[in-house]
């Protein structure tokens, strides 16, 4: 059995050009993600799951606009635009994406008060999601990495993953990022000194 995962990083319409937070070119990877796709035996998909009244929409806190930063109980929290709320359309996955290979889907950032960037924990760091030991129960210890966005979800899945033990690689061709204020740069440095193959 193959060690290898790919894990697919919140390739939703709300991500994409014309959705709630777009990320610049974010519909561009969908055909190599699903070269991609077609090429691991296992796949996994992750999905941004807000409720409508989400902690970290900035609609949720009068005077704050989108991308203000404020102090939750877990340490400092972006604040975004209303996106990925479930059950809506652009919660969705892009529909180019091909899911049907998916053996998993992961689905973050459900819990009403706490936001969740990565596939594995929560934003306290502490919250599992209960990847790690799904992936670790079927022997796939080699991840690699792809998706929206490069310096949030996909960065911070990746930290994650080496944190726990994995081998982990992120596909940059196949990811776009926000970049806020250089985040691409800075997150990318950080995924390099923690030891994640960056190609």
């Not at 704050?64 to 990925?84: F, I, R, S």
Request: proline share 5%; aromatic share 8%.
């Amino acid at each position: 059995m193959s060690e290898h995962a790919l894990i697919v990083i919140d390739v939703q319409n709300d991500f994409c050009p014309g959705g709630a937070l777009a990320v610049d070119e974010g519909d561009v990877i969908v055909p190599l993600m699903n070269q991609l796709i077609d090429t691991h035996s296992h796949v996994i998909l992750t999905q941004d799951w807000h409720t409508a009244d989400h902690s970290s929409f900035a609609s949720q806190h009068p005077g704050k606009a989108p991308y203000e930063t404020v102090e939750a109980e877990y340490g400092p929290q972006t604040l975004w635009p209303d996106h990925c709320v479930q059950g809506t359309k652009g919660a969705e996955f892009h529909p180019d994406l091909n899911v049907t290979p998916a053996e998993l889907i992961i689905r973050k950032g459900f819990r009403q008060a706490i936001d969740s960037y990565s596939a594995f924990f929560e934003n306290d760091h502490t919250t599992p999601t209960g990847l790690a030991g799904y992936l670790r129960e079927r022997g796939l210890s080699k991840l690699r990495l792809a998706g929206l966005a490069t310096d949030f979800c996909v960065a911070y899945s990746a930290l994650d993953a080496v944190a726990q033990g994995f081998s982990v690689e992120v596909v940059l061709a196949a990811s776009r990022g926000i970049d806020l204020d250089g985040s691409v740069d800075a997150m990318i440095g950080r995924m390099r000194e923690a030891g994640v193959v960056i190609r």
